[in-house]
C-alpha cells in the first residue's frame, strides 16, 4: 500500500468484526511504528498492548468502574482547553453531530449518546486495545513525539489491512489503566487505541469527517 492510500483510507475506526489480529503482528508493528522520528531521539512513548482474557478482563472492570463513576476519575490533562471556542469548538461540535447523525441517535437522546460514548471503555470491541503513556515530566515537545508514534502506527496497521481508533477518553479513567497495567507512578496515561478489522458496514465507520480547505491551515510565502 502507499503511503498517499494508507493515510486516506485511515479513519477512526469505532466498530470492528469479530476477527482475531495475529499477535506477532501486533509486535512486530508496535516494533516498527518506533522508528517515528522525536526530538533528541528520545523516543518518549511507552506502550501497553491488551488482548485476549486480560482485555474481557479489563472490560468487565470498566462496566463495574463506568457504573459506580460515570465520570471518570478526572484526567491529569486537560483533554481539550477550558477556553476551546470559534473554528475549533466548531470542529468538535460538527464530528459530534456527524457521528451521532450517522449512528441516528439524536441530541436529546443523551441516554443513548452516553451508551455510545461509553463502547470507548470496550475498545468498541476491537481484538486489541493499547495505552500511551508518556514521562510524567516530559513537555509539550515530547507529547508531540507521542502523535508521531501513534500516526506511524496507525498507518502500518492500514497497510496490513487493519484499522484504529485513537481515544484520549480512556485518560479520564487513568487510576484505573495505570494500575491494570502496572505502569509506573512516573508515567501518565495519554491515550488508548482500539486496534483490530473493520467492519466495513456499519454506521459508525461511514459518516464523513471534514477537514478545513488547505487555505485556513497552510500560508504558503514566495
Ligand atoms: C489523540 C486522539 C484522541 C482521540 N480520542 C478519541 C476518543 O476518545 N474517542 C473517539 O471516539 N475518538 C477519538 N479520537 C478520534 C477523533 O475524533 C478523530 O480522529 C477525528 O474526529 C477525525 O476523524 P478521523 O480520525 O475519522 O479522520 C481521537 C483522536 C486522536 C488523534
Redesign the pocket.
Known sequence: MRISKAVAT???V?AFLDKQVDPALIRRLIEQAGRAPSGGNLQPWHIYVVTGAPLAQLKSLMEEKIASNPKGEGSEFNIYPPELEGIYADRRYK?GEAMYNGLAIAREDRAGRRMWFNR?YRFFDAPVGLFCFIERYMGPPQWSDM?MY?QTLMLLLREEGLDS??????ALFHNTISTFVQAPDHHMLF?GMAIGYRDPDHAANNFP?ERAALEEFATFIG
Not at 165 to 170: G, K, L, N, S, V
Request: net charge positive; with cysteine; aromatic share 6%.
Open positions: 485511515r479513519r477512526s469505532r464530528i470507548n502523535g501513534l481508533c485513537a481515544q484520549e477518553c480512556w491515550c469527517s
